[in-house]
């Protein structure tokens, strides 16, 4: 992948002034419509309980809407159509594949359990299960993590400013977070559901729009896009055949260890996440959250192939050079007014996800971190608030370092990957004290880190230690470290009492 920042990243396509002007006001509406849902939706904060979980009313069609926005996003939207462009469908394993995998996991065997403890974040959870000394130090993991899966989002909607405005990528990720900032600090939960249903409906029609007009170029279907679907997956595969695969080629550990990691992050990364199971907690009940995640994951897949279908479509219709494939065909297969519209439902998706992604590292650092602090004590909504403009410009430093979209979207899922271990636990377990979380997440959390490290030292150390360390991807190292940690800690710490009869 191509690092984000560097120069000539993207090429401004050459648009006419008056369909710059029809997209400069069309935003700005849009951004004022964003912003009065969001001044309305004050109206329903009361307390912390408002803030954080919506009250904990959410209905079926405000929590699964609120959920796929969560989730569809810069990932789904452009790093999988490039993926898709340049790997195939093995380049999408984690997303789409895998992570709407996850929402239907986390529907079946997480979300009624989970709901039922009534709590406001994950942290929480670990506070319950294993004590507070747990709490924290998975507040401390899981906070950071979030960074990288933020600045995924200001990057994805900044490439849209420079692609069709010429509006240098720095200053449009700054502008983007800005927005963000001011949607989720004004109305907590209930601004960023709102909203995300909005958006996540004309996002949805607007990539619809996008889909069907490239699948009807003349190169295509000639104004059948069902035809054009055919003539992309057939040509693909005589012109790229292992881009349709789904399994790698090689029969080798070098092939399968990487493929099957991404599985695993996907599947199982995502399910301590705050984002997620935040709107778990805020559904009115047991089974609302569970048909929520369940719902939203069917129909993240069903919509998560389209970019798929769009990177795999750019190889058809422009095979040459580097190109970012949904941005580049809404240029060249779009209306003015339907590039607005498409542009539109570009900024629902992302600024959906940039919303859900900044609430919730934010509230668990003003819930279960900074709330201990005496001088935060007397007012959660103000503490939550300032913890949203934090974790918010942790996101801009993160997007200014430079990486590529799916390496944001991996790094994010792979740290939260080192702490799924104790929830599945917590759950289904007998956890004897708080032993046993604490070393699954730091021996987890090391062992991640250290194997991350060696893979971007490559020519700096040792071929043999480089080879012995990255021929098992991070991700693996942190999930069987944090195995191995939970049961060393389990057959170090005294059962627990039984239970009066």
């Known amino acids: 992948m191509m690092p984000l920042l560097a120069a000539g990243d993207l090429p401004t396509l050459a648009l006419d002034p008056g369909t710059i002007r029809l997209l400069a006001w069309a935003i700005g509406g849009y951004v004022l419509f964003l912003l009065a849902i969001s001044i309305y939706a004050t109206g329903e904060v ?26 569809f996003g810069a990932a789904a939207m452009f790093a999988a159509a490039g993926a898709a462009r340049e790997e195939g469908l093995l380049g999408v394993v984690l997303d789409p594949f895998a992570c709407a995998g996850t929402l239907v996991l986390a529907g079946v065997f997480f979300a009624r359990p989970l709901w039922k403890m009534e709590l406001y974040t994950m942290a929480d959870f670990y506070r319950v299960k294993y004590g507070k000394a747990a709490e924290i130090l998975s507040a401390c993991i899981q906070v950071p993590s979030y960074f990288s899966w933020i600045a995924l989002q200001y990057i994805a909607l900044a490439r849209i400013l420079e692609l069709y405005f010429g509006i240098p990528l720095v200053g449009g990720i700054l502008a983007v977070a800005g927005v963000t900032l001011a949607y989720t600090m004004i109305g907590g939960m209930w601004s960023v559901t709102l909203t995300d249903t909005v958006q996540i409906v004309i996002g949805l029609v607007g990539l619809v729009v996008l889909v069907v007009a490239t699948l009807s170029d003349a190169r295509l279907g000639d104004g059948d896009p069902l035809r054009g679907l055919s003539v992309v997956y057939t040509s693909v595969a005589k012109t790229h055949p292992d881009h349709l695969r789904l399994v790698p080629a090689e029969a080798s550990l070098a092939a399968i260890l990487p493929w099957l990691a991404a599985w695993a992050t996907g599947l199982f990364g995502n399910i301590p996440g705050q984002d997620l199971q935040q709107r778990v907690f805020a559904s009115k009940s047991p089974n609302t959250a569970m048909h929520a995640c369940i719902l939203a994951g069917v129909l993240y897949f069903v919509f998560g192939m389209i970019p798929v279908t769009l990177g795999l479509a750019s190889l058809v219709t422009h095979p040459e050079g580097e190109l970012d494939p949904v941005g580049f065909l809404a240029g060249e297969y779009l209306s003015p007014v339907m590039l607005v519209v498409f542009v539109i439902a570009v900024m629902s998706m992302v600024v959906s996800t940039a919303t859900s992604a900044v609430l919730a ?78 070393l699954s997440m730091v021996l987890g959390f090391a062992a991640w880190l250290v194997s991350f490290v060696v893979e971007h030292l490559d020519g700096r150390m040792p071929e043999a230690v480089y080879a012995a360390i990255t021929t098992v991807p991070s991700d693996f190292w942190g999930l069987g470290f944090s195995i191995a940690g939970y049961a060393i800690g389990q057959a170090l710490s005294p059962p627990s009492p039984e239970p009066a009869a």
């Not at 300032?386 to 740290?415: E, H, P, T």
């Open 46 to 71: 009361k307390d912390e309980t408002d803030y954080v979980v919506a009250g904990r009313r959410l209905p079926l069609f405000l929590a699964w809407g609120t959920l796929i926005a969560t989730w």
């Open 361 to 438: 590292p934010a509230t668990i650092l003003g819930h279960n971190l900074l709330a201990r602090l005496p001088a935060l004590k007397g007012n959660a909504l103000l503490r939550d608030r300032l913890c949203v403009v934090l974790v918010s410009l942790g996101g801009v430093v993160m997007a200014l370092c430079g990486k590529s979209l799916m390496q944001l979207l991996d790094v994010a899922l792979s740290i939260q990957l080192t702490v799924f271990v104790p929830v599945v636990m917590g759950i289904y377990g007998r956890p004897r004290g708080s032993l046993p979380a604490m």
